[in-house]
């Protein structure tokens, strides 16, 4: 149901369902040749590492980047918990999107709170609402159509050195199409915070990250892929694998067996766990 559905979405664009040629013998669920983009669709419980290994979604997109196709990869929960942005992701990557598109000359820029920022990004980003110390709205006609949101730089991304004036950009998102909004937030911030550096992170499931060398960042490196947790008996919530690190397994599992690894407690707990692409890390100097 969930291949059926998506494919619905994509009325009146040619495209190839299950195809077997292009990187011989693997699938693409969905292969549109006309601008070079496969679409995969994972369902969590037969794309869990019980049934596919961790580097099985990164290699599948390297084989089709070798042959300049871009792949998009959709986790079945984001299908069922962010369908209309999972959507409107889609239709702005296939050039489809029939928001109205504004200019960002037009936009105002200020501060707001966590309550709005949160729920701005719960209903137009798929990883919705963050812990940013610093929050940064669009405002056209005073309606909010932007949020870009900048943290210290995060432990459980592997940034242990916490130095003055370093930031991280956690999210963006915008709810139309506005046009030069992403520079016109982050120019903001970068006047009024006179940051020494920023970082920040584009999922390969999604992006290339055209949006951030387009905004003067440089592609500095490639994470690995990470894992999320979901329990068998319910597979449309996804925990992040920070949540659960060894020690503290003992306060959130049932059963907890120190001499054993924390993917071996959480298997016998009843968790599963399904890997992703990775992300591309860039980074922002001041000149």
Known sequence: IFYLVLILTLDCIFYISNDRKVIYPKEIDIYIPLQNIAIEINGLYWHGENFKHKSYHIEKTLKLNDKNIRCIHIF????????????????????RSTSEKIYARKCNIREIDSKTKNEFLNKTH???EDKSKIKLGAFYNDELIAVMTFGSLRI???????????????????????VGIASKLLTH??????????????DKRYSVGNLYEKLNFKHIGNSVPNYWYFHRSNKMKLFHRFKFRKDQLPKLLENFDPSLSEWKN????????????GNLKYEWIKK
Not at 83 to 88: D, G, N, R, V
């Open 76 to 95: 079945e929960d984001e299908w069922y918990n962010k369908k209309e942005i999972i959507k409107s992701k889609l239709a702005h990557i296939l050039h």
């Open 266 to 277: 959480m298997q016998m707990n009843g968790f599963d766990r399904i890997w992703d692409c």
């Open 156 to 178: 459980s991304l592997g940034q242990k050195n916490k130095k003055l004036n370093e930031y991280e950009l956690i999210r963006f998102s915008s709810s139309v199409h506005c």
């Open 126 to 128: 798929i990883q919705g």
């Open 189 to 202: 911030f970068i006047k009024r915070y006179n940051p020494n550096k920023i970082i920040t992170y584009a």
